[in-house]
């Protein structure tokens, strides 16, 4: 994995955790907008609105860098909007990271021939 890539998978785990947890605050936000005089929802949704954003643009960074089947952007995409799932999407592309990792590390050392 080139530098670039792995740059640009780095960014787009940055930004998912945060993401998620806004979304998880904004819910709890729009519970207690109801239930009681405590109003953060036009704060919470503009932070979330703009780690969205940076989450989407990430993702089509990653997109670009990694060469990753549409199957894959899609999922991502679909964490996205799921309340906890960019928890998920970070695991995974923790996972993604460590495993390209060390398949290189098995290619320069003789290992694997790929």
């Known amino acids: 994995m080139d530098t670039k890539t792995a740059t640009a998978i780095r960014r787009l785990r940055l930004v998912s955790m945060p993401e998620a947890v806004s979304f ?64 998920v999407a970070d695991r995974k592309l923790k996972r993604e990271v460590e495993a390209e990792v060390i398949a290189s590390r098995a290619r320069r050392e003789g290992i694997v021939n790929a």
């Open 24 to 87: 998880l605050l904004l819910l709890v936000c729009s519970v207690l907008k109801r239930t009681t005089e405590f109003n953060a929802v036009p704060v919470m949704g503009a932070v979330h609105g703009l780690l969205f954003v940076l989450y989407l643009v990430f993702l089509l960074d990653a997109w670009s860098k990694t060469k990753w089947p549409l199957k894959t952007v899609a999922l991502y995409f679909v964490l996205s909007v799921l309340p906890t799932g960019g928890f």
